[in-house]
């Protein structure tokens, strides 16, 4: 009994490893973790994101708004109308549907702008004829302005040149207003009064060619008297 009881108070001792082959089996279980868990990445599967129905009609719409904007640059560069879409990138992701609204939006983009165009034509046409009715005025006024106070008038090289263009004519400058233009031409001096002489003897001879046409003959009466005076 005793020997049993010597023998349980003192049981074996473990044998310590050396520490260097500790130092081993711990670095070899940390490299197995490590190779486990690369494993584990590596045979994960790969998550493809999914497009949503959301994602599709958004790009669809992007789609056709760039569409739309290309077709407005075209209609703006071409003045001519055109009924194809040809040249669009996308074309061919729009329905039937789709090409007849586009092709009846640019009907009326064309459609508005030559309303437009010849908004503005009349608008400039109206403006010219205003003003040369203002220029008629304005000369006529500068003629009377010479003969009835003398002292208020003042010399306008761009009056004169518009009677001195006008003055044959006798619907732009009446017969009562030639008279006092006669007058006003007798102080004519220099080029203007050459360019004038040269202007009356190319209707006088010019009526010779036109005897019965009253206008031609007309111009040629107001041509002669010029000549008369300024000869």
Not at 200 to 214: M, W
Request: hydrophobic share 30%.
């Amino acid at each position: 009994m005793a020997k049993e009881k010597s023998l349980n108070s003192n049981p074996p001792k473990r044998k310590k490893l050396p520490s260097n082959d500790s130092e081993d089996h711990v670095q070899e279980i940390i490299d197995n973790k490590k190779k486990k868990k690369r494993m584990d990445v590596e045979e994960a599967p790969v998550q493809v994101p999914q497009v949503t129905i959301a994602a599709d009609d958004k790009k669809t719409k992007k789609d056709k708004k760039r569409i739309k904007k290309q077709m407005r640059e075209q209609t703006e560069i071409s003045d001519q109308p055109t009924h194809e879409l040809e040249g669009v990138e996308g074309e061919e992701d729009l329905s039937p549907e789709e090409r007849r609204v586009l092709e009846r939006k640019m009907k009326k983009i064309l459609k508005k702008e030559e309303k437009k165009r010849l908004k503005d034509e009349g608008k400039t046409l109206q403006k010219a004829e205003a003003s040369g009715a203002t220029a008629s005025q304005q000369a006529l006024d500068y003629l009377t302005c010479w003969a009835e106070s003398r002292m208020e008038w003042k010399f306008q090289k761009t009056r004169q040149t518009w009677l001195l263009q006008h003055m044959f004519d006798s619907e732009t400058v009446p017969d009562e207003k030639f008279s006092i233009l006669l007058e006003y031409l007798e102080g004519l001096r220099g080029g203007a009064k050459d360019t004038t002489v040269q202007k009356a003897l190319a209707l006088v001879q010019e009526s010779g060619q036109a005897p019965e046409d009253k206008v031609v003959q007309q111009r040629a009466h107001r041509a002669r008297e010029v000549i008369q005076l300024l000869s």
